[in-house]
């Protein structure tokens, strides 16, 4: 499956975001997706993720808990990252992530480009 993320821009501290994740090939529904975030010379760091299919089950770090939300639209193959009160310390390259998985996934098997999130002070 190829991943593309789109929806990243500059915004200022306090605003709202909201990524899409799109794909091309097999169904996306049949995928757990997972966005993470990273930033120069930093590790990679895990957002969050969604279930397969009817996406019952999300998680997130404690770090973005309560202001991002993972949803799916099977329907448009698209996952969704909806980022609200962002600060500047969420400025990262986000990147989604899927893998053929009833669960949440510990690894991911097929990655996008990543969009790039700059949130201003």
């Known amino acids: 499956v190829k991943l593309v993320e789109s929806g990243g821009g500059l915004i200022q501290a306090g605003g709202s975001l909201r990524l899409s994740c799109s794909a091309s090939g097999p169904a996306l529904s049949e995928y757990a997706v997972g966005w993470f975030r990273q930033v120069p010379r930093k590790a990679r760091e895990f957002v969050g993720a969604?279930?397969?299919?009817?996406?019952?089950?999300?998680a997130y770090a404690d770090s973005v808990k309560g202001r991002f939300t993972i949803s799916r639209d099977n329907a448009k193959n698209t996952v969704y990252l909806q980022m609200i009160g962002l600060k500047p310390e969420d400025t990262a390259r986000y990147y989604c992530?899927?893998?053929?998985?009833?669960?949440?996934?510990?690894?991911?098997?097929?990655w996008g480009q990543g969009t790039q999130v700059t949130v201003s002070s």
């Open positions: 992530a899927a893998r053929i998985d009833s669960g949440l996934p510990q690894e991911y098997d097929y």
């Open positions: 969604i279930t397969w299919r009817s996406g019952t089950e999300t």
